[in-house]
């Protein structure tokens, strides 16, 4: 062996782990295919437009009313997951009932099942003949054909990103920390708002933002639900729908640019968001 | 503010945690509940503090001074808890963490926000950790942890002080030091305090009497002295210290076991003696009224003492004997040396584990 080899050898880091090379190379492969790939190819398509035509399109009234029923409609169904979602992931962890480990798989069922049976489902149960749609008639309330149905679809898809990411976190708080509040003459209410809810912050605002992400590029649950009526119950995903039917590849990557851009804009500052409180939680600001 | 418990048991699910207990604690008394894992003594702290309900039962009592506090929540019984692993807030810096007791009262009795300021700074002189005030939790040492969550505890100036097994998680000189550490600002500020421990050195050490615990059961309540000195039974000796056990048959005052002979006073038949490893000297040939040939294993000076291991064919286990450096200087004890074994004094107790008479000492015939 020559001194060249050796000294070739000696100057790479040693690991201790095995398999790094292989492991990232196989990684990173997937990632660029599955992930990147298609993305670049909707970049690609964008570049067919002119700045003014994808302006156009993306401004289009329709389009626009479309953005404005979805983001209300994912809101909305965000803000009940967080608030549901945190309610079951605390009876998840908190206490012990007959048929916890049943329910606790149920969470993972909205994942698990084809949206589109989701969306039917609902459909016909809420629809002006179904069961919930006849028993909710009285009172006036439409859930089918109305946003309601949109954001209630959206709710039964997205409801496991709230419980799974705030479940663990809550595992991991020990009960002592509620007792230490108890033994200091903490109501409640005051211990849950002061110890616990300030722990599992991070944990609710990106499972919230997941929710919200992943209910507005939801499309197969909801398109059956939703009535699709042009400038009133028309969600973004149904705008790249049309699109695309019309064999219109560069309007549709228009809008989906749209769509992705607000979801990893979104992603992204809740990343930069946590990072921050979990550097404070580890003691790590001085 | 003294404490007085009458017939509190406990279950969980089939398996009992207590037996019915009694205990009277004295005002500005420091105890410490002293078991192995699993005899009910965290459950015990834990009923007190009101954190587990004990078994519901018509005479289950306990009061805090006059106060029957038997139904009272957690939060109303005006103690302060001390946890394993301190169980502070991590989000909260160390001087809020202090302050959270008097921040989360009714607004009509809260103190204000100045007055809050000052006591903090007050307690966390008092832990001597008032350079920290502004660091969180996680950039404290365990040591540090455990004295905020102390001061927290102190805070509300509870009524009574429970800690469970407050020293546990920490090493060996940091123990030592809160230890005593502990004890100081006990006896300055004058409250009543129950500890939870499995650690006999610990218990005998900080508390002015020792509740020694086993199967849900108090075995016995005592100074740390007389604890050691006169165990009631044979649990409590052996769980108290190193045991060294000679068993053998007596036949005319002679207890033989293998080639070990030893001159006592017994009933005839099967008896077994336990002894200290203070209890036991050693020297080069047998005495008349002792002939056990032992060999040295190990020789390991601990502080002061020399401790030394011996073994021998007539022994199931090997035997520890501790003397001061300067008594076995002549001795010099090494390993692989043949030495005879002396019992100054021994204890015995019956099948039942209750102790049978004073340690006898051993009739000098010499």
Not at chain 1, 93 to 102: A, S, T
Request: hydrophobic share 45%; net charge neutral.
């Amino acid at each position: 062996m020559s001194p060249s080899t050796l000294s070739f050898i000696s100057a790479r880091p040693m690991r201790v782990l095995p398999g790094f090379g292989l492991s990232l190379g196989i990684s990173l492969t997937f990632v660029s295919l599955v992930l990147l790939l298609p993305l670049t190819g909707l970049v690609g398509q964008l570049s067919k437009l002119s700045l003014a035509e994808y302006w156009h399109v993306i401004t289009e009234p329709r389009v626009v009313a479309s953005y404005v029923t979805t983001i209300g409609a994912a809101a909305a169904a965000a803000l009940i997951n967080a608030a549901f979602g945190l309610l079951l992931a605390w009876v998840l962890v908190r206490y012990e009932f007959p048929g916890k480990r049943l329910l606790d798989a149920l969470m993972d069922l909205p994942f698990a099942l084809p949206t589109a049976v989701a969306g039917i489902t609902l459909a016909t149960l809420y629809s002006s003949s179904g069961w919930m749609g006849k028993a909710l008639a009285p009172f006036g309330i439409e859930v089918s054909y109305t946003w309601v149905g949109i954001a209630l679809a959206m709710a039964f898809t997205s409801i496991p990103f709230v419980v799974r990411t705030v479940q663990p976190i809550l595992e991991d708080l020990p009960a002592e920390v509620d007792e230490a509040a108890m033994t200091l003459g903490a109501r409640d209410g005051v211990a849950f708002r002061r110890v616990i809810l300030p722990h599992l912050w991070p944990a609710l605002v990106t499972g919230t933002g997941l929710a919200f992400v992943r209910s507005l590029g939801e499309f197969g649950a909801v398109i059956f639900i939703a009535g699709n009526m042009p400038f009133e119950t028309e969600i973004t995903s149904l705008m790249i729908f049309v699109k695309l039917q019309e064999y219109d590849y560069a309007g549709a990557s228009a809008i989906a640019s749209v769509v992705l851009a607000t979801s990893l804009g979104l992603l992204l500052a809740i990343n930069l968001w946590q990072g921050r409180f979990i550097r404070r939680l580890h003691g790590g600001n001085s | 503010m003294s404490i007085r418990i009458e017939n509190i048991q406990k279950h969980f699910g089939r398996s009992r945690a207590l037996s019915p207990i009694d205990l009277d604690i004295r005002d500005g008394e420091l105890i410490g509940l002293l078991g192995p894992s699993g005899s009910g003594k965290t459950t015990l702290l834990r009923i007190l503090a009101g954190l587990e309900n004990a078994d519901p039962h018509p005479s289950a009592r306990i009061h805090f001074g006059e106060r029957d506090v038997t139904r009272v929540h957690v939060r109303d019984r005006r103690i302060g808890f001390v946890f394993q692993h301190y169980a502070l807030f991590r989000h909260m810096t160390v001087a809020d963490n202090v302050a959270f007791g008097l921040t989360v009262m009714p607004r009509k009795s809260r103190p204000s926000s100045a007055e809050i300021r000052s006591r903090v700074y007050q307690l966390l002189e008092m832990v001597q950790l008032a350079h920290l005030a502004d660091r969180y939790p996680a950039q404290l040492s365990g040591g540090q942890q455990q004295r905020v969550a102390l001061a927290r505890a102190l805070a509300l100036r509870p009524d009574v002080l429970l800690l469970d097994e407050p020293f546990g998680a920490l090493d060996a000189k940091v123990r030592q030091e809160l230890r005593r550490w502990l004890r100081h600002l006990h006896d300055e500020l004058n409250f009543t305090s129950v500890f939870v421990t499995h650690d006999q050195e610990e218990a005998l050490e900080l508390s002015d009497r020792v509740v020694v615990m086993s199967e849900g059961r108090i075995e016995q309540i005592d100074t740390p002295e007389a604890l050691y000195r006169a165990p009631a039974n044979r649990f409590v000796f052996e769980f108290l210290g190193d045991v060294n056990t000679l068993e053998g048959d007596v036949r005319n005052g002679v207890l033989t076991c293998g080639d070990a002979r030893l001159n006592a006073e017994l009933p005839q038949g099967p008896q077994t003696l336990l002894m200290r490893p203070h209890e036991l000297t050693l020297g080069h040939a047998p005495t008349s009224d002792a002939h056990l040939p032992v060999t040295v294993t190990a020789v390991v000076p601990v502080g002061a003492d020399l401790r030394v291991e011996l073994s021998a064919d007539w022994l199931p286990a090997p035997w520890l004997v501790s003397a001061r450096h300067s008594d076995v200087a002549e001795l010099s004890p090494q390993r692989g040396q043949r030495l005879y074994a002396r019992p100054l004094q021994w204890h015995r107790f019956d099948a039942d584990g209750q102790r049978l008479d004073a340690p006898e000492e051993l009739r000098l015939s010499a």
